[in-house]
T-cell receptor
Framework: QKEVEQNSGPLSVPEGAIASLNCTYSDRVSQSFFWYRQYSGKSPELIMSIYSNGDKEDGRFTAQLNKASQYVSLLIRDSQPSDSATYLCAVTNSGGSNYKLTFGKGTLLTVNP | NAGVTQTPKFQVLKTGQSMTLQCAQDMNHNSMYWYRQDPGMGLRLIYYSASEGTTDKGEVPNGYNVSRLNKREFSLRLESAAPSQTSVYFC????????????FGQGTRLTVV
């Protein structure tokens, strides 16, 4: 069973702090990694994608990938109350020529004013 | 600029009734997915379709059938609804290959009584 694991939280940080969200995956040949944000009652929206080892920065968001450790993380700098949401880690696995997207259970982040 | 469109947004069924959830995308994507989301369980893959004419089972396919009618449309059918199928259902689509992100519809909130 190919799994994606996240701490369910809730993770609570004060406004302006750095929020760190973590994800591990079990399939060593996983190829693509995504972070989605989901507000309560809404559908998931993509905020970051990362495909190779290292860091990828986009505004206040930084995704980090370590394939040897099978670990991917998301850092949110200068956290804002509007960042309060569930963050979903997703991994693409290949089944031959088909690519299947598997999600973790999500981490609930609360940013306190 | 519709993206992924799901219908209906809300539905209440009685146990044993059948229904079809519709999904259409206008992004010329090859891959389409059906997920269900339950509290504490994250997004679980029901079925996916890597291309027109192909479908594959995901993590929780029992009690569901799907049809990839054409490249744009991917429907999910519940033949005999059960209370355990009460959930929020999301359709998603992505392009071909491992580097393409998935985009989600607005979701269908289904209650089976």
């Amino acid at each position: 069973q190919k799994e994606v694991e996240q701490n369910s939280g809730p993770l609570s940080v004060p406004e302006g702090a750095i929020a760190s969200l973590n994800c591990t995956y079990s399939d060593r040949v996983s190829q693509s990694f995504f972070w989605y944000r989901q507000y309560s009652g809404k559908s998931p929206e993509l905020i970051m994608s990362i495909y190779s080892n290292g860091d990828k920065e986009d505004g206040r968001f930084t995704a980090q990938l370590n394939k040897a450790s099978q670990y991917v993380s998301l850092l949110i700098r200068d956290s804002q109350p509007s960042d309060s949401a569930t963050y979903l880690c997703a991994v693409t696995n290949s089944g031959g020529s088909n690519y299947k997207l598997t999600f973790g259970k999500g981490t609930l982040l609360t940013v306190n004013p | 600029n519709a993206g992924v469109t799901q219908t209906p947004k809300f539905q209440v069924l009685k146990t044993g009734q059948s229904m079809t959830l519709q999904c259409a995308q206008d992004m010329n994507h090859n891959s389409m997915y059906w997920y269900r989301q339950d509290p504490g369980m994250g997004l679980r893959l029901i079925y996916y379709s890597a291309s027109e004419g192909t479908t594959d089972k995901g993590e929780v396919p029992n009690g569901y059938n799907v049809s990839r009618l054409n490249k744009r449309e991917f429907s999910l059918r519940l033949e005999s609804a059960a209370p355990s199928q009460t959930s929020v259902y999301f359709c998603a689509s992505s392009g071909q290959g491992r580097y393409t992100e998935a985009f989600f519809g607005q979701g269908t909130r289904l209650t089976v009584v």
